[in-house]
C-alpha cells in the first residue's frame, strides 16, 4: 500500500489525490514557573491535523488554547514535545529556519487585525509577501481583493474601512503567501454578529475554494461547529475530540 511507502498520507484518495497530514503535534507540553508557582498552560497535547482541514478548538480562558495556537505558529516554544508541519520537525530548526518558516508556512489571522494604519488594503494584504523579499503574484492579489469582496477600497487606509472590512484585510494578509497552514485567535471576537457571520462565512469559503488548512481558537460553540472538527482542551489537557459534521466521502 501506498501509506507503507508514504506514511504523511493519511487517508486513500478522493477525486484522484490524497488527503495528507498537513500538521502533527506529540505530547506538547508548555510550563511556566517552577515548584510552588509552576504552571502547566499545556500538558501532553497530542494529535493531527489533515490538509484542508478546518479544526475549531475551544476552550475556557486559561485553558492553554491560545498557548497551543502561539506554538504551533513558532511564536513560542515548548517546554517539550514536538511539532511536525509537512513532515518536518519545527523545533528541529534554527532560528533564521523558524524566521522563514513563520513568514511563509504560517498565516495568522488576530481579533484586533493589526494592521499597518499608513499602508492601504493591498499593501496591508501583500506586506508579508513583501518583506520576504519576493515578488507579489498579482493573480493571486486580485483572487484575494474579489474574495475578500474589497474591489473599489484596494487604495483605503485602515482608518477608512469598518471593523468587517478590516478583518478581511487582515485575512487576505494571512491568505497572500498561500501558508501550510491558517491560524485565527478568537477571529471574530471583535465584530458584531453580522460580520461575525459574514467573517466565518469567508473563512470557510476560504477553506473550501483553496483547500486552506484552517484552525481556529474560539471561546463561542456556536463558531465552532462551523467547524469540520471541534477539540477541547480544560487545564492545557484535550478533553474532546470530535468530528463536527458528516465525514467526507473518499
Known amino acids: 500500500m501506498i501509506e507503507a511507502f508514504c506514511p504523511q498520507y493519511s487517508k486513500v484518495l478522493r477525486n484522484g489525490g490524497f488527503y495528507m497530514e498537513i500538521?502533527?503535534?506529540e505530547n506538547l507540553k508548555k510550563v511556566y514557573g517552577s515548584g510552588e508557582n509552576e504552571v502547566r498552560a499545556l500538558d501532553g497535547v497530542s494529535f493531527s491535523v489533515e490538509q484542508g482541514e478546518f479544526l475549531a478548538i475551544i476552550g475556557p480562558s486559561g485553558s492553554g488554547k491560545s498557548t497551543l495556537l502561539h506554538i504551533l505558529g513558532a511564536v513560542d516554544i515548548p517546554t517539550?514535545?514536538?511539532v511536525f508541519m509537512d513532515s518536518k520537525e519545527v523545533f528541529a530548526q534554527n532560528e533564521e529556519e523558524l524566521a522563514i518558516f513563520r513568514r511563509r508556512q504560517?498565516?495568522?489571522i488576530y481579533q484586533f487585525y493589526n494592521l499597518i494604519p499608513v499602508l492601504d488594503v493591498q499593501e496591508n494584504i501583500t506586506l508579508p509577501v513583501l518583506m520576504d523579499g519576493r515578488k507579489v503574484n498579482n493573480k493571486r492579489l486580485r483572487e484575494m481583493i474579489h474574495l475578500l469582496r474589497l474591489e473599489g477600497r484596494e487604495n483605503h487606509l485602515p482608518n477608512q474601512l469598518s471593523g468587517g472590512q478590516q478583518q478581511r484585510?487582515?485575512?487576505g494578509r494571512a491568505l497572500m503567501n498561500a501558508p501550510a497552514i491558517v491560524l485565527a485567535d478568537e477571529p471574530t471576537g471583535n465584530l458584531d454578529s453580522k460580520n461575525s457571520q459574514e467573517i466565518m462565512a469567508l473563512l470557510k469559503e476560504s477553506n473550501k475554494k483553496?483547500?486552506?488548512t484552517l484552525i481556529m481558537i474560539t471561546?463561542?460553540?456556536n463558531i465552532a461547529l462551523q467547524a469540520d472538527?471541534?477539540?477541547a482542551i480544560e487545564d492545557g489537557k484535550i478533553t474532546r475530540d470530535e468530528v463536527n459534521k458528516v465525514e467526507k466521502s473518499f
Open 229 to 231: 472538527r471541534i477539540i
Open 23 to 25: 500538521l502533527r503535534v
Open 169 to 171: 484585510v487582515s485575512i
Open 210 to 212: 483553496f483547500n486552506q
Open 80 to 82: 517539550s514535545g514536538k
Open 106 to 108: 504560517v498565516g495568522l
Open 219 to 221: 471561546h463561542d460553540e
